[in-house]
């Protein structure tokens, strides 16, 4: 039995670039509404609706538990989980409080 290498390969690579695409799409998507961004901010030409429906499924498989008060737990291990935590860390960081110590030199 032959093995060809060639068209082995470039079905691979195919695939692949296939796949990050696809990813990049829908973490597009989660970025706009993590970002909370303006509606005339958004690329609507970087996703489609099978990206919105893909991410909304992925962010309801991330819900481990929802109170009758409408609280959700996520799922720390999730990915989008994991995004999610990094931007509220991130905007924390931007809104605090800036300190300026006092320069040792009087010129300053």
Known sequence: MNFDFEYFNNQ???????????????????MVLINGLPIDQINYEAFDEDDVIDTYLSLDEAITNESIEGEITLDPNHSYTRMIALRSKIYEMEN?????????????
């Open 96 to 108: 605090l409080e800036k300190f300026r110590p006092p320069s040792p030199f009087s010129f300053l």
């Open 12 to 30: 691979i690579e195919s695939q692949k670039i296939e796949i990050v695409n696809k990813h990049q799409s829908a973490n597009y998507v989660l």
